[in-house]
Every structure is written in C-alpha cells, then in structure tokens.
C-alpha cells in the first residue's frame, strides 16, 4: 500500500466490500441444485434451472473476485481503486474531478450499511462500487470535496449580487 500513496498522502478509509451478497448467491445456487435433482428425469424444469443456474453462476464468479480481490483506498488527495490480482496496477481517481456521487440502497440494506455507489467524474465518465460495507462513511468522505466547492460557489454568487 505504501508503495501506491504519494508523498504528502495520507490513507483516510479502506473499503470493505459485502460478503453478505457473495453467500445469498451460493445459497441459491446450492437451491437450484437439490431442487433439480429432486426432480429427477423432468426435462421441462431442468432446462429453465439450468438457464438460471448459469448467469447466477457467473454473477457468484464475479462477486467472490471482486469482494476479496478489488481493493479501493480513499486518501485526502484521491480514491485508488485496485482491480486486478496479478497486475496489480492501480487506477486513482483525484477527489476534485469527483462531480456527483449517487448512491443507492435497498430497504433491506439499509439496515446493514450497505450501498452501491456510482462516482461521476468532470469528464463524464464513471465508475461503480458495488455493496459496500459502512456507505454512510463512504457517502460523507465521497462528497466531502463536493459540499466545499458549492459553498464556494455559493459565496461567489453573493459576493457578484
């Protein structure tokens, strides 16, 4: 990690990812199995568990490797976000370019802290962290940069009146 941060940087959160979302998606796939083998020869419902077994597959594929392989880091300068397991080249994002930060979460999720978040940048590009653990701390560091350059907008607009 040392090796990633900047000079005058200093490390202000690590994000955890949901492990809750990993475990719903194996307990449906281990669902859809004994329930296809307790049909037996019933051509029909195999055929659909089968077409639903596969994406939900995938989906559990992609969200064991994102939850214990993806690393994301939110520094006072930027947020670094760490895809890869091999190669490990870290994309960062600086907290000014920043321009919205959207957030969402179920009713069930709220009680455990848990959000999705979509970062939009100056450019119009975007990035996503999916079920994160604490999104209120999340939510509040995120914005953080945003909340400081409308009040100085706001102070502006006066000043001009």
Do not use: C, W
Not at 22 to 50: C, E, K, P, T, Y
Not at 144 to 155: H, M, Q
């Amino acid at each position: 990690m040392n090796k990633i941060l900047m000079p005058k940087e200093k490390l202000v959160y690590k994000i955890k990812f949901s492990t809750r979302i990993f475990f719903i998606d194996l307990l449906f796939l281990l669902a859809i199995i004994s329930f296809a083998v307790n049909q037996g020869r019933g051509l029909f419902i195999s055929l659909i568990l089968l077409i639903i077994f596969i994406p939900l597959f995938i989906k559990t594929i992609k969200d064991f490797y994102r939850i214990f392989f993806h690393k994301v880091y939110i520094t006072n300068f930027r947020v670094i976000y760490q895809k890869h397991f091999l190669f490990k080249k870290p994309k960062s994002y600086p907290l000014k370019r920043i321009n919205g930060v959207f957030f969402k979460s179920n009713i069930l999720d709220r009680a455990k802290n848990m959000t999705t978040f979509k970062l939009t940048l100056t450019d119009n590009t975007f990035f996503i962290l999916k079920n994160i653990k604490a999104g209120n701390v999340v939510a509040e560091l995120l914005s953080a940069n945003i909340k400081k350059e409308n009040k100085k907008s706001l102070k502006l607009r006066k000043k001009k009146l």
